[in-house]
């Protein structure tokens, strides 16, 4: 579901702020930059209360974002609503023990890990930006929440039936 | 300066939330992990709180994160003091035109990019990562936001390893640090 039909006054103005990019990182990808958003503090912070007016007050205990940009938007929803973060990162990055999820990309695979300790059979999660290895330490996945979704590429069929919340739908122009 | 000569209360909880990794990434390398302290909500409150209470109402408009850690610090700031947040990232992951910054690491070399146009001659900016080693990061930093006619009021980390004499390498720009790890 996203908020796109009954939109939220605040939905217009964070829309305007996200740049697409095209051909990055490779020809014929329109690349959805986030940068542009972060450079107004009101569309910025209208972002990040849109999600904490959805998931404030309903027992979330663990936000977990996905290195890199799920590190800008994540720490400020867990602060806002008094959960921890928990960073995923690339293979190598975290210094202590780990559990890893490879998965698969459009061309190739990725990895992608999480500190043994960090969440805890029982905590509930809120995915911020993407999906990943929660699931395997008996954490319950909540949601997943992003600002950006690109409908075509049907990743929300992906999450086998887990919620996801956008802000944004994009469409390429036909 | 660092928050830790005069104690504020919360200083020690932040400390204590600090899990330290020896020989991480490399033999002899004591890692100071944050991500420890990221799972305790008031510990990693009362983080952004100190810098917050520092900066806020200074006219700062710019706050530059560097990838990755200083992505989780910069912007809940950023976001509290009402500044934009910029991104500094490793070559070749921002999608737009850059400037960019070499610099040079104890072994090897690296680069720094930002956006141009994130930054305008004049702002006031703070740069922040989530600690200061030998400084060389920050510096590329600071160049980086200079070279577009900012003005880099401080450098703010939540870890200094002082032995590194990172803070010299600065240039005379102030830092400011919540811990101090020897």
Known sequence: MSDY??????????????RVVPNFPKPGIMFQDITTLLLDPKAFKD???LFVERYKGKNISVVAGIEAR???????????????FVPMRKPKKLP????????????GRDRMEMH??????????LVV????ATERVGAEVVECACVIELPELKGREKLNGKPLYVLLEYYPEA
């Open 70 to 84: 799920g590190f800008i938007f994540g720490p400020p929803i867990a602060l806002a609503i008094g959960a921890k």
């Open 116 to 125: 043994v300790g960090a969440v805890e059979a029982g905590d509930r999660a």
């Open 96 to 107: 202590g023990k780990v559990i890893s999820q490879d998965y698969t990309l459009e061309y």
């Open 129 to 132: 930006d993407d999906l990943i």
């Open 47 to 49: 972002t990040i209360d």
């Open 5 to 18: 039909r009954d939109e939220d006054p605040r939905i217009h103005g964070i829309r305007t702020k996200i």
